[in-house]
């Protein structure tokens, strides 16, 4: 029972950790200063641990780990689109 709500408590942990920096990535459209080896990291790590939910069937660790891969991908994703834009200065600059 106790080792339960371990789980629960800790996946439950897991898949909300980088929900507040998904959501500030996006609401300020701004990802200049994460680091984009710790999210690759990220996303990895949850994948391998969401294959090895899945194969045993272990819902905490598929719940948890796939709200942590779409959030690491959300925040590469915006981070590369980010990326590519022109700042307000080279915009100016280039003319």
Do not use: Y
Request: one cysteine or more; hydrophobic letters at 45%; charged letters at 15%.
């Amino acid at each position: 029972m106790i080792e339960t709500s371990v789980a629960i408590v800790a996946s439950v942990l897991t898949a909300f950790q980088l929900i507040p920096q998904t959501i500030k990535i996006v609401r300020e459209k701004n990802s200049k200063g994460i680091s984009r080896t710790t999210f690759r990291m990220i996303t990895l790590s949850s994948s391998l641990w969401l294959i090895h939910g899945v194969n045993r069937l272990d819902f905490a660790i598929i719940f948890a780990n796939s709200i942590t891969f779409i959030c690491a991908v959300t925040v590469l994703s915006l981070h590369s689109k980010n990326k590519k834009k022109p700042s307000g200065n080279a915009a100016r600059h280039s003319n």
